[in-house]
């Protein structure tokens, strides 16, 4: 599980620290550092993951603007795989030039160090503790995903795996294409990649058979899911509608599902997709093109999962129903920024002596007082 995030002189993130538990709701104004915290999750992983160089992940303009500092810092905690993994990053920046390296990379498990980069020097270690290879190594990139796994060094391989397990996106349906070129294994920011995502999770027929089952409960007349080839490589997700009376079953694409229909479809395969994976899953704004009956009962699912540690659940949301909903439990964060100031967090709950819900609390600016 994730436990904790630092950043600083990232945007409006100043010597900023968060810890986290099964689950989080984010909530403050507009503005307040809510997203930035996912960016800035989501920048490790790109960077770490070996998707980005550093001067594409990590450009000069998201230095902090009242800052003159060009050292810019980030840490994860992970707990799991019996101890604590801790993942640092400094990335110094160079304004005159115009260039940024890896000025710091580093990674321990239970505070002894598996990966120790310092200016470009590397040194590996292995799962004993004792010294590794030694070698120079590009500034521009992180050193992980370019290490080979070995029976010595399960420890990092472990790490590795488990950051890819982190999936951070705000559902827009109409960017969704219903056509595939490969599989692709994680989805993008925005969802995008819905259907290249879909298709590698076909290669777990359980998970794809639970899925089924609870869109057969929730989508009225949907009943599977079916590729069909659309050139050399590329293939389009279509779906078949139960038998009707005098017609049989009918197949339409999957663009053809309304936007709500799309983020339903999408907010289920993620919970789906991450049973008994040790998965976190960061989502901005779930409710978004939903009605009210359809977010609540996912929104019972992934809090049931949360709490039987299943899943981890990071959510932005300004929607009344999970504010009422999560708050019963303190598992909010209340997030305030002013302009050139860093962002201060509070951790809030429900409980008060108003009588009134938490969302009208929030929406009269009491519930963090």
């Known amino acids: 599980m994730l436990k904790r995030i630092y950043v600083d002189n990232f945007r409006c993130l100043v010597n900023f620290e968060l810890a986290f538990d099964a689950i989080h709701l984010f909530l403050g104004p507009n503005g307040s550092g809510k997203t930035s915290v996912f960016d800035a999750l989501w920048k490790i ?3 770490a993951s070996g998707d980005c160089k550093v001067e594409d992940v990590f450009p000069s303009i998201d230095r902090t603007r009242w800052q003159s500092s060009t050292l810019q810092q980030f840490e994860l905690e992970f707990h799991g795989n019996g101890g604590i993994y801790k993942y640092h990053v400094d990335i110094d920046h160079d304004p005159e030039h115009q260039r940024n390296r890896v000025k710091r990379e580093n990674l321990s498990f239970n505070g002894q160090p598996l990966l120790d ?3 470009g020097e590397v040194q590996l270690f292995r799962d004993s503790h004792s010294k590794g290879p030694k070698y120079t190594f590009d500034w521009s990139q992180s050193v992980l995903p370019t290490i080979l796994s070995r029976p010595y ?3 990092l391989t472990w790490f590795r795996e488990r950051l890819q397990r982190i999936i951070i996106v705000q559902i827009i349906p109409a960017l969704m294409s219903d056509e595939s070129s490969k599989e692709e294994v994680r989805p993008s920011r925005r969802m ?3 259907v290249s995502w879909y298709r590698f999770l076909s290669r777990d027929q359980g998970k794809i058979v639970e899925l089924t089952r609870v869109l057969n409960e929730i989508l009225d007349g949907f009943e599977s899911f079916k590729f069909d080839p659309a050139g050399e490589n590329n293939q389009v997700l ?10 049989g079953r009918l197949k339409y694409r999957f663009k053809e599902f309304s936007d709500g229909q799309r983020v339903l479809i999408a907010l289920y395969a993620l919970i789906t997709c991450a049973l008994s994976e040790d998965y976190t899953i960061c989502i901005d704004e779930p409710e978004n093109f939903l009605a009210l009956p359809e977010i609540q009962p996912w929104l019972a699912k992934l809090y049931e999962l949360c709490c039987e540690t299943k899943i981890q659940a990071l959510l932005i949301s300004h929607h009344p129903e999970l ?6 439990s303190p598992v909010g964060y209340w997030f305030e920024h002013q302009t050139n100031a860093p962002v201060r967090v509070e951790r809030i709950g429900a409980s008060n002596e108003s009588g009134l819900t938490a969302s009208e609390l929030v929406a009269r600016g009491w519930l963090h007082e």
């Open 45 to 47: 992983q790109c960077f």
């Open 117 to 119: 980069v310092e200016s």
């Open 153 to 155: 060094n399960k420890h």
């Open 192 to 194: 995008e990649n819905f």
């Open 238 to 247: 279509s779906f078949f509608t139960k038998p009707v009376t005098g017609v």
């Open 323 to 328: 504010i009422n909903y999560l708050l019963a």
